[in-house]
């Protein structure tokens, strides 16, 4: 996600089992400390804590962040790979956290392209059971809805038919409600901020949602109804 732009629980069990078969926080407290802080809140209230980064983050440090779960930016377009990808790939897997990997899309270019593109920078790296794959999408690119709408759902079924799994789609809420009609197949992972962790409703034409991302400092911030075990379950074989 582009922290330059804003972006609008989880499934519930029928989601994951749909999927199986193929705030900024004002305070002085360091980014560890309210990592902490939000992943006992979290664990409270029976969700599960993940965050997502990218090379913005570099150097973030897995080990203290209290996420049980990570999802990383992986690539952008149809050239761009993430500089710090590979580093936040492996720490995760050596944590033992269940990790993602993201695409950030952009439907002005073709997205069989993009899809083999991601999957390439992917399949270069270690693979494991349970490892997720997710399409990001909050541009246009100057499409129309139809257009955008149609992309996505190429590159998404492009990515299921060469990995057997299904992946995750990522958006604000206002721009899933808008662009996300007929994907609701696909576990929704959903940016909306200004409400608590877990309370948001499901748009368009999705009946749950599998994670939601409701803050993004001190880093982007994620809760799941999903425990780890059902999130792996939502990944590769």
Known sequence: MQPNVKKLLA????????????????????????STAVQATVHADGLT???DVSHYQPDHDWAASG????????????????????????DLGAKGKVRGAYHYGHPSND???EADHFL????????????LLALDLETTDGRSVTEVNA??????????????????????????????????????WVARYGVGPGSVTAPA??????????????????VSALTAAQ???LGRR
């Open 151 to 188: 992309w996505a759902k190429t590159w998404l079924a492009h990515v299921q038919a060469k990995t057997g799994i299904t992946p995750l789609f990522y958006s604000g809420w206002n721009f899933a409600d808008e662009y996300g009609r007929g994907l609701q197949q696909y576990p929704l």
């Open 67 to 90: 996420a049980a779960f990570g999802i990383v930016k992986a690539t952008e377009g149809a050239t761009r790979v993430d500089a710090s990808f590979a580093r936040h790939w492996a």
């Open 120 to 131: 390439s920078a992917v399949n270069r790296q270690p693979a494991a059971k349970g490892d």
């Open 231 to 233: 999130l792996r379950a």
């Open 205 to 222: 034409d999705w009946k749950s949602w599998t994670i939601h991302q409701y803050a993004d400092a001190p880093v982007d911030q994620n």
């Open 11 to 34: 499934g519930a069990l029928l989601a994951a089992t749909a999927a199986a078969p193929a705030l900024g926080l004002a305070s002085t407290a360091t980014p560890a400390q309210a």
């Open 49 to 51: 804590y993940g965050q």
């Open 111 to 113: 997205p069989i392209a």
